[in-house]
């Protein structure tokens, strides 16, 4: 099976804009996480989806967004960008509802500047 | 919420010693404790996992333990090799309840293997 894809690898942008990143999980997975990893804060979580339903929120404020479509693939949005946000963004899908067996994609290198 | 604090965070080993990583985690409900490696630039990749109803847990040359009355587990590498050299987190969470795909992560270990 092919693994989990996320687009684009990287991203450069400037503080006040917005972006959109997309992961497409393992066929069959149809839960998605989506995790921050920086240096300082290590990996921390944002949020998950179900059969289209977020069903958990990580401590970010509400610029951050996403959804996930009827085909599991999901995206996460993060409007008004800081200089805070540059990190790897990373997703990791699953096959049921829990969070047993996360595998997680490459990742979304997002600089802001 | 859960906090889950990975000690320590540099490990240096000679190539054929073994290494242990110990993870320590604060919620009794939480009851799935996976694993991950992470080489630079790399995902992180799952390496192993262990469930609450399961003392120990092994896959050839890692091993997982984990003590529920303590709320710890460990991650054992015998006879380790330079390609083990990476960072390795710790993860804990209540699976199949309220942490609905959430996994909260240690800070991470980086380990070196020396040739």
């Known amino acids: 099976k092919a693994g989990v894809t996320q687009t684009p690898r990287y991203l450069i942008k400037t503080r006040g804009q917005q972006v959109t990143l997309s992961c497409s999980p393992i066929?069959?997975?149809?839960?998605v996480s989506w995790y921050q990893q920086t240096p300082g804060q290590g990996l921390q979580f944002l949020f998950e989806?179900?059969?289209?339903?977020?069903?958990n929120k990580g401590n970010f404020p509400g610029r951050f967004s996403g959804r996930q479509f009827s085909n599991s693939r999901s995206e996460m949005n993060v409007s008004t960008l800081e200089l805070g946000d540059s990190a790897l963004y990373l997703c990791?899908?699953?096959f049921g509802p829990g969070a047993y067996e996360q595998y997680f994609g490459p990742g979304t290198r997002l600089t802001v500047t | 919420g859960e906090n889950v604090e990975q000690h320590p965070s540099t490990l240096s080993v000679q190539e054929g010693d073994s290494a242990v990583i110990k993870c320590t985690y604060s919620?009794?409900?939480?009851?799935?404790f996976p694993w991950y490696k992470q080489e630079l630039g790399k995902r992180p990749q799952l390496i192993i996992d262990i469930r609450s109803n399961v003392g120990e847990k092994k896959d050839q040359r890692i091993a997982v333990t984990l003590n529920k009355t303590a709320k710890h587990f460990s991650l054992h590498i015998t006879e380790t090799q330079p390609e083990d050299s990476a960072v390795y987190f710790c993860a804990a969470s209540n699976a199949g309840g309220t942490s609905y795909g959430k996994l909260t992560f240690g800070q991470g270990t980086i380990l070196t293997v020396h040739p």
């Open positions: 066929s069959g997975h149809r839960s």
């Open positions: 919620d009794s409900a939480s009851n799935y």
């Open positions: 989806y179900f059969s289209e339903t977020q069903r």
């Open positions: 990791a899908s699953s």
